[in-house]
T-cell receptor, first 114, second 114 residues
Framework: NAGVTQTPKFQVLKTGQSMTLQCAQD?????MSWYRQDPGMGLRLIHY???????DQGEVPNGYNVSRSTTEDFPLRLLSAAPSQTSVYFC?????????????FGPGTRLLVL | KQEVTQIPAALSVPEGENLVLNCSFT??????LQWFRQDPGKGLTSLLL?????REQTSGRLNASLDKSSGRSTLYIAASQPGDSATYLC?????????????FGAGTQVVVTP
């Protein structure tokens, strides 16, 4: 299994541009999430999904859109990039909920918005 | 709102010493707590998961304890090695949150010197 994969690894955008961060998992996990990591602030949840066709907002959803048309894929869209969105983005997945269920993380996408 | 705090933010120890990393959380209504390791420029790797009904978990040189009532968890790494140098993050899953949501601390950056 490849686990959780993310593309691209690194991206530079200009203010106002749009782009899609890709995330895929091959573990048949129901739950998928997007986090951003900023220095000194830990990881903050952007959006999450509990299954195909079902998404919800996390702690910092403004400026981002998601959709979940398949179990495997969970893309994150930046509609109009802003410098405040410069960050490292992580996608995570887990099997259907349970107290002993751990989350698996992708390698991250580093985004720089100029 | 759940707040997760990790102190200290950074720690440097000589090889062979035991490491003690602390994590505190304000809302004791949690399902589980996880400890992750993050290497520079990489994603997160789950080390240990403690369910709310458990007091501790062990894996090799790692031992994590959980005191849910006082809102504390401690990660012990015995006989540290230079390869243990990384950032360690704790994350909690609240009872009131969906299974795709974790609340993270900002992490403790550990350096083990030869």
């Amino acid at each position: 299994n490849a686990g959780v994969t993310q593309t691209p690894k690194f991206q530079v955008l200009k203010t106002g541009q749009s782009m899609t961060l890709q995330c895929a998992q091959d573990m048949n996990h129901e739950y998928m999430s997007w986090y951003r990591q900023d220095p000194g602030m830990g990881l903050r949840l952007i959006h999450y999904s509990v299954g195909a066709g079902i998404t919800d907002q996390g702690e910092v959803p403004n400026g981002y859109n998601v959709s979940r048309s398949t179990t495997e894929d969970f893309p994150l869209r930046l509609l109009s990039a802003a410098p405040s969105q410069t960050s490292v983005y992580f996608c995570a997945s887990s099997l259907a909920g349970g107290m002993g269920e751990t989350q698996y993380f992708g390698p991250g996408t580093r985004l720089l918005v100029l | 709102k759940q707040e997760v705090t990790q102190i200290p933010a950074a720690l440097s120890v000589p090889e062979g010493e035991n490491l003690v990393l602390n994590c505190s959380f304000t809302d004791s209504a949690i399902y589980n707590l996880q400890w992750f390791r993050q290497d520079p420029g990489k994603g997160l790797t789950s080390l240990l998961l403690i369910q709310s009904s458990q007091r501790e978990q062990t894996s090799g040189r790692l031992n994590a304890s959980l005191d849910k009532s006082s809102g504390r968890s401690t990660l012990y790494i015995a006989a540290s090695q230079p390869g243990d140098s990384a950032t360690y993050l704790c994350a909690v899953k609240r009872e009131t949150d969906s299974w795709g949501k974790l609340q993270f601390g900002a992490g403790t950056q550990v350096v083990v010197t030869p």
